[in-house]
């Protein structure tokens, strides 16, 4: 009796109003409902610097002009940035980072690769900094994402970016360990014939000389002698034997001396040039080290990402909003075409 008296069975107006009142909040409820059983996501946000683009040089210039390619086709290093960071090598060493097969619980890296292309972006925003948006249920797991892509980039940056300067530095470390060797070796033959000879060697060898004049000083003394022993002394004599062995001794130790003193001086002079080429290619690898560190792009961080604690996804605000505007748009138009009746029935 109360429902036939009461307010469904006043005007279609009124029941109209109540209906879309009682259906906005049933609408509300059931979106906030929604919102807590759904899983939700989290977004975190690093940033890095846009690059400064190095100019094209001149040999550039002339290997793609002998080439026929355009100088616009040269990559850029903010394309290099990029082509590094949706590159396979940085998934795959985010994976084994982070261990994504497992906590994603798929079979191969393919299916984590499909699932980090939808969850990672990477753009240049309008004040010229590359943004990295990580998405995913774990904010800590998003955050880390996010740092690892800035801290890998840099890494890979500089171990597959190959310059000239970068070359050359290559050249001359190669060139100054060889050399180094070879001085080694030069010094250790030295040290050798140093203690063969009993000798101290100076760059001059004058104490070999000093050494070469005392020997021949005692030759043509123990000649002289046994010249005049054999005026009186048969050759058959203990001490023109003896004479003779003494003489025989130092021609030895002489004649070794000369072909000490000849290595020596091998040595020392090729020493003394090892030692310049040293001296040069170190000054070089300082010049080649500094060259490479201005052609190499270098990841500046702006901002790191940190642990975000608001949800991302789903948005309770904007699933509000299209509710309530779904919801309130139908009501209007039922209210409306009640009003135009009720105008017509007038």
């Given at each position: ?42 977004k975190a946000t690093a940033t890095i610097l846009q690059p400064p683009e190095t100019e094209v ?87 880390g994402i996010a740092n690892f892509y800035i801290e890998n980039l840099d890494f890979l940056i ?120 040293y001296s040069f290619l170190t000054s070089k690898m300082e010049e080649a080290k500094i060259e ?55």
């Amino acid at each position: 009796e109360k429902i036939k008296n009461g307010i469904l069975k006043g005007s279609p107006l009124k029941r109209h109003i109540i209906l879309w009142i009682l259906s906005l909040i049933a609408g509300i409820n059931l979106t906030v409902l929604f919102y807590l059983v759904s899983p939700k996501y989290y977004k975190a946000t690093a940033t890095i610097l846009q690059p400064p683009e190095t100019e094209v040089s001149t040999a550039s210039f002339q290997s793609s002009k002998f080439s026929k390619e355009p100088i616009s086709l040269i990559r850029t290093n903010t394309e290099l940035f990029f082509s590094i960071l949706n590159s396979r090598r940085m998934k795959d060493d985010l994976i084994n980072k982070f261990d994504l097969k497992k906590y994603y619980n798929v079979s191969n890296d393919d299916e984590v690769i499909e699932i980090l292309n939808k969850r990672v972006h990477f753009f240049l925003t309008k004040d010229k900094v590359i943004q990295i948006d990580v998405i995913d249920r774990d904010p800590k797991i998003a955050a880390g994402i996010a740092n690892f892509y800035i801290e890998n980039l840099d890494f890979l940056i500089k171990e597959l970016t190959i310059t000239t300067a970068k070359q050359n530095r290559k050249f001359l470390e190669k060139r100054i360990k060889e050399t180094t060797e070879l001085i080694e070796n030069l010094e250790k033959r030295l040290t050798e014939l140093q203690n063969t000879n009993k000798l101290v060697v100076d760059s001059n060898l004058s104490q070999i000389s000093q050494t070469g004049g005392k020997l021949m000083e005692q030759l043509i003394n123990k000649q002289l002698e046994l010249e005049k022993e054999k005026q009186i002394l048969d050759e058959k004599d203990p001490k023109i034997i003896m004479l003779k062995n003494e003489i025989k001794e130092i021609e030895i130790s002489l004649s070794k001396l000369l072909s000490s003193q000849d290595e020596l001086t091998r040595i020392l002079r090729e020493l003394k040039v090892q030692e310049s080429l040293y001296s040069f290619l170190t000054s070089k690898m300082e010049e080649a080290k500094i060259e490479e560190t201005r052609d190499t792009p270098v990841v500046q961080i702006l901002d790191r990402a940190k642990v975000p604690y608001k949800v991302y996804k789903p948005d309770l605000k904007f699933l509000l909003i299209f509710v309530s505007s779904f919801i309130g748009g139908i009501g209007f138009l039922v209210i409306f075409f009640d009003i135009l009746k009720f105008l017509g029935s007038i």
